[in-house]
């Protein structure tokens, strides 16, 4: 059956008008994408078989352009659409962080680390300074390690944010596994930071774990 035969409320561009696009699978957001399938297969199906075949929506857009353009499904057009949408998004979370709005959307600085960092297959530590009105200076990777460590020097981070004439930092860093679950070394590693920036009386607002799905705040947990 064709995508235009189903009921018009599961259609994925229909169901993306009604509900948002957050009510959509991953399938369906490619499909939509996609816009029409292999032969004898719809864009949902063609989308299914395009993320069982890496694995995950994840590691499908981590992916190099030139990789993307060999998948059967893809090729080098849409490879390159694709590559292009996913820099327009980095590319909006970053101009709206420099519009200030992390003052009414702490969400942002979550999904920008997420845009920043995911990607990285070893363990990397960034920070993003901030004006005495919350608004993005710089946004800096300062640290990078291995598969599941990074070594962090706080005498840096105090450092840069000296640099940047910063009155706050958000810091973050990503676990590779996939599971943004914070470890003991991260919430030590984060009093250590706000002890060290608070010397130069600069805040430290919040410190982010990236790995599948939504970021953790360790703010939001009550550690920082």
């Given at each position: 059956?064709?995508?235009?035969?189903?009921?018009?409320?599961?259609?994925?561009?229909?169901?993306?008008?009604?509900?948002?696009?957050?009510?959509?699978?991953?399938?369906?957001l490619l499909?939509?994408?996609?816009?029409?399938?292999?032969?004898?297969?719809?864009?949902?199906?063609?989308?299914?078989?395009?993320?069982?075949?890496?694995?995950?929506?994840?590691?499908?857009?981590?992916?190099?352009?030139?990789?993307?353009?060999?998948?059967?499904?893809?090729?080098?057009?849409?490879?390159?659409?694709?590559?292009?949408?996913?820099?327009?998004?980095?590319?909006?979370?970053?101009?709206?962080?420099?519009?200030?709005?992390?003052?009414?959307?702490?969400?942002?600085?979550g999904r920008?680390?997420?845009?920043?960092?995911?990607?990285?297959?070893?363990?990397?530590?960034?920070?993003?300074?901030?004006?005495?009105?919350?608004?993005?200076?710089?946004?800096?990777?300062?640290?990078?390690?291995?598969?599941?460590?990074?070594?962090?020097?706080?005498?840096?981070?105090?450092?840069?944010?000296?640099?940047?004439?910063?009155?706050?930092?958000?810091?973050?860093?990503?676990?590779?596994?996939?599971?943004?679950?914070?470890?003991?070394?991260?919430?030590?590693?984060?009093?250590?930071?706000?002890?060290?920036?608070?010397?130069?009386?600069?805040?430290?607002?919040?410190?982010?774990?990236?790995?599948?799905?939504?970021?953790?705040?360790?703010?939001?947990?009550?550690?920082?």
């Amino acid at each position: 059956m064709h995508i235009r035969d189903w009921p018009r409320a599961e259609r994925p561009r229909e169901k993306l008008l009604a509900r948002g696009a957050g009510a959509l699978s991953d399938a369906e957001l490619l499909a939509i994408f996609l816009g029409s399938g292999l032969p004898g297969r719809d864009a949902v199906q063609t989308a299914r078989e395009l993320l069982q075949a890496q694995g995950s929506l994840r590691a499908l857009l981590d992916r190099e352009p030139a990789a993307l353009a060999r998948l059967r499904g893809l090729g080098p057009a849409r490879a390159c659409k694709l590559n292009a949408a996913l820099e327009l998004g980095r590319r909006h979370l970053a101009t709206a962080l420099e519009r200030g709005t992390l003052l009414s959307d702490p969400d942002a600085a979550g999904r920008y680390f997420a845009q920043r960092l995911r990607h990285h297959t070893q363990e990397v530590f960034a920070a993003l300074f901030l004006d005495t009105r919350h608004r993005a200076l710089a946004f800096e990777e300062l640290f990078s390690g291995t598969l599941d460590s990074a070594q962090v020097h706080p005498r840096e981070l105090v450092r840069r944010a000296l640099a940047h004439n910063a009155a706050a930092v958000i810091v973050g860093h990503n676990h590779p596994s996939g599971d943004p679950e914070p470890s003991a070394a991260d919430r030590a590693l984060t009093r250590c930071l706000r002890q060290a920036l608070a010397l130069v009386e600069v805040r430290l607002l919040d410190h982010f774990v990236v790995g599948d799905g939504p970021p953790v705040s360790l703010a939001a947990r009550g550690w920082v």
